[in-house]
């Protein structure tokens, strides 16, 4: 039930991104705008409510606060259907991301509890193999419902959905017992500013679990920005319908990216068993593995190659979502886990999510402008080495694996 509301949730985050050029073609938008729209509009509340959604989680009910968060961005998703306005659009967005903002923390706590330490980095990648999910979702569904029947309909169809899903997600999932490591107060009964200083002294005093937000949030910025761009992309360098689009990155990144995501928990967890430095070293080398062949899919000026060359990365985008949060979780007690994962959420996303795609926009309207439906293609080749340097981190968090947090 955790993987398929992260499936839900990705699929509210992600529709928009399908949508984008009719959408940009009825308010008549700038690149600027989309990225406005897609990056910060979103990220601003999304990041800064999840602090106060991890006090209630570590404190009250976790299922029941991932209900009513699912309630609030479905319904939230369904208004989005219903702008008709770019402003109308950005208040929607806005509270999609309020509701979103409970969703993680809690999530993140379930699934530490229900696991020991050296299964958790199966775990977390199978959960976030529903982000994948919810991208083929979103993508296929988008791109079709989208190109036949307009972005409207999509939106509300999938903001229905998400409210039906987080009703059986309150009457089927109990409340699992606490697991602790005996570090803090049971329960988590921390007062908040005391939970959130306690949070921020471990992350930063712990040198692997420093750098592994910062290489997280890194790689956020090139995952968040391909997201939210690749679909114009195709669409005007390759002139592709947004049905053919939506097929093919549902596809590739959806059932694609779930098996890598799948796979780098799996690895992540026996790799562990052997060298706890590779657990994360891992990471590093995906991020590395892919700049290739991301060059060669966003300089390919034939169609064919360019989409058999994003295949690679397509299944590697995800691969440092389970083997982070597992690590941070394994070396943090129970009652700063949910905590733990929102301040990773907050840097991730506010890095990421807010500045990526809003990159991407502006060097595609204010520097690379003359080259035309080609200025997207440029600025998303310059936004990959991001991804080099995230890896500089992932190492340096893995050479710092064996020392105690």
Not at 60 to 69: D, G, H, K, Q, W
Not at 87 to 107: D, K, N, Q, S, Y
Not at 189 to 194: K, T
Request: charged share 15%.
């Amino acid at each position: 039930m955790l993987t398929l509301l992260s499936a839900v949730n990705q699929l509210d985050r992600q529709l928009i991104n399908i949508l984008i050029e009719p959408i940009r073609r009825e308010f008549s938008l700038t690149d600027l705008q989309i990225g406005f729209l897609v990056g910060p509009t979103f990220v601003a509340v999304y990041s800064a409510l999840s602090l106060p959604a991890a006090v209630i989680a570590a404190r009250r009910s976790r299922v029941a606060l991932l209900t009513i968060s699912a309630l609030g961005w479905g319904a939230m998703t369904v208004l989005c259907g219903f702008a008709h306005s770019y402003w109308h659009l950005l208040i929607t967005r806005f509270g999609v991301g309020i509701g979103e903002a409970g969703g993680m923390p809690p999530t993140h706590a379930l699934i530490s509890d229900l696991y020991r330490p050296e299964e958790r980095a199966t775990a977390m990648s199978t959960w976030a193999a529903g982000i994948n999910g919810g991208i083929f979702i979103a993508f296929l569904f988008g791109g079709v419902v989208g190109y036949r029947y307009g972005w409207r309909w999509a939106l509300i169809s999938a903001g229905i959905l998400t409210v039906a899903l987080a009703l059986i997600l309150r009457l089927t999932v109990r409340e699992p017992a606490r697991r602790s490591r005996g570090l803090s107060p049971p329960n988590g009964r921390l007062a908040s500013a005391a939970m959130f200083t306690a949070t921020l002294r471990a992350l930063t005093r712990d040198p692997a679990m420093r750098h592994i937000v910062i290489g997280a949030a890194l790689a956020c910025i090139v995952g968040s920005s391909s997201m939210a761009w690749l679909p114009s992309f195709l669409v005007r360098s390759h002139g592709m319908t947004i049905a053919e689009v939506g097929i093919y990155l549902a596809f590739v990144v959806g059932i694609g990216g779930a098996i890598g995501t799948w796979l780098s928990g799996v690895v992540s967890d026996r790799l562990r068993k052997r060298d706890i430095r590779w657990s994360i070293w891992l990471v590093a080398a995906a991020l590395l593995a892919t700049k290739p062949f991301n060059f060669g899919f966003l300089l390919a000026d034939t169609t064919a190659l360019a989409l058999a060359s994003f295949v690679v990365p397509a299944m590697l985008g995800g691969v440092y979502v389970g083997p982070s949060l597992a690590t941070l979780h394994n070396r943090t007690d129970a009652a700063l886990r949910p905590m733990v994962s929102a301040v990773f959420l907050l840097v991730v996303n506010s890095v990421g999510f807010g500045f990526g795609p809003l990159l991407v926009g502006a060097l595609s309207d204010l520097v690379f402008k003359s080259f035309g439906q080609d200025a997207l293609r440029y600025s998303l080749v310059v936004v990959q080495g991001v991804a080099i340097w995230g890896a500089f981190h992932y190492y340096l968090a893995g050479q710092r694996m064996d020392r105690p947090a």
